[in-house]
């Protein structure tokens, strides 16, 4: 373990970094941000993640549909998420050019949109219902090789708000129909995860339900991103 004593951490950034078994003692935290997977995180003797976990649901209550193992919440979670979007959406076209703005190195509002193409193609047309076709090339993945442009993704690609759109709606109603559908027998089996090596190799192993969780948690932690990135612009736009 690397040990840091007395050092100077001032405005550093840590990304994508495993801080797991951390142990920050006697240090001065002010004005930070915490943000990513969570859990068992203890705040001066106070172990605080099932408040911060109920504080979000209490904001976001699809986040309880979400995890919910009942098909008609599930349902229910899917047509709440493509809501926010398509809101979020109209948000942007009221701002031309916003969509292809980003701060903090984060993604823009259309690399964000496109990600979740990937998503959609990987965790779900994959993983719940088995298909080896290839993925939607305006798609967004993971950066790990041979991952980053392999199964038709096309990385050269510079899609418009509208062609990521109109994509996005057909998989939201190719989900949607799924879901209208589905059974909790369905959603508990193993998941028909093809045998070759496509992204994402991890998910052998799981279920239907926990594939299509990380299609919902994904739709709604992007949405939330980009909310979040489009506040900071507007902001800075209006001093």
């Not at 990513?36 to 904001?59: C, K, P, Q, S």
């Not at 080896?132 to 050269?156: K, N, Q, V, W």
């Not at 109109?166 to 369905?186: M, Y």
Request: with cysteine; aromatic share 6%; net charge negative.
């Amino acid at each position: 373990m690397t040990r840091y004593v007395d050092e100077d951490l001032h405005g550093a950034e840590f990304r994508e970094c495993d801080l797991t078994g951390a142990r920050l003692i006697g240090v001065v935290m002010q004005d930070a941000v915490i943000d990513g997977l969570i859990t068992n995180l203890v705040v001066n003797g106070v172990e605080v993640t099932e408040y911060v976990e109920a504080e979000l649901d209490r904001r976001h209550p699809v986040r309880v549909l979400i995890r919910s193992e009942d098909p008609a919440d599930l349902r229910e979670a899917s047509r709440q998420l493509h809501a926010g979007w398509a809101a979020t959406i109209e948000r942007i076209r009221r701002t031309p050019d916003i969509e292809r703005r980003s701060v903090n190195d984060e993604w823009s509002a259309v690399q964000t949109m496109r990600h979740l193409v990937f998503v959609h193609d990987s965790w779900f047309r994959r993983c719940c219902l088995g298909s080896t076709e290839l993925f939607t090339p305006m798609g967004i993945g993971t950066t790990a090789e041979p991952y980053r442009g392999a199964h038709g993704l096309d990385l050269s690609l510079d899609p418009t708000l509208d062609e990521i759109v109109s994509v996005r709606d057909v998989q939201a109603a190719e989900l949607e129909a799924w879901l209208d559908e589905v059974t909790a027998v369905q959603l508990a089996a193993r998941a028909p995860v093809p045998d070759d090596d496509v992204w994402p190799p991890y998910a052998r192993g799981r279920s239907v339900r926990q594939c299509l969780g990380t299609v919902l948690n994904e739709t709604f932690e992007h949405h939330g991103f980009c909310v979040r990135d489009l506040d900071l612009i507007q902001a800075q736009d209006a001093k």
